[in-house]
């Protein structure tokens, strides 16, 4: 089994470490609103996709959550 000889020095795991970080997430601009939202999804603000009406800005839910 593998071991290691010496012990790693807390410097060289905390610079490993330092690239483990979360990035925010991407915005883009809705060509429509002009507000921001994800790419690849339906603009929250005006429900357009792609150029086009798309059912409904926020989803409705007719049942309920215990």
């Not at 000889?5 to 690239?19: C, I």
């Not at 921001?36 to 929250?44: E, Y």
Request: glycine fraction near 4%.
């Amino acid at each position: 089994m593998a071991v290691p000889k010496q012990k790693q020095a807390r410097s060289r795991t905390r610079k490993r470490r330092a690239q483990h970080r979360i990035s925010s997430p991407r915005l883009n601009e809705c060509p429509h609103c002009h507000q921001p939202r994800l790419p690849h999804r339906v603009c929250p603000h005006c429900g357009t996709y792609a150029g086009r009406e798309v059912e409904s800005a926020a989803p409705d839910h007719d049942h309920d959550h215990d």
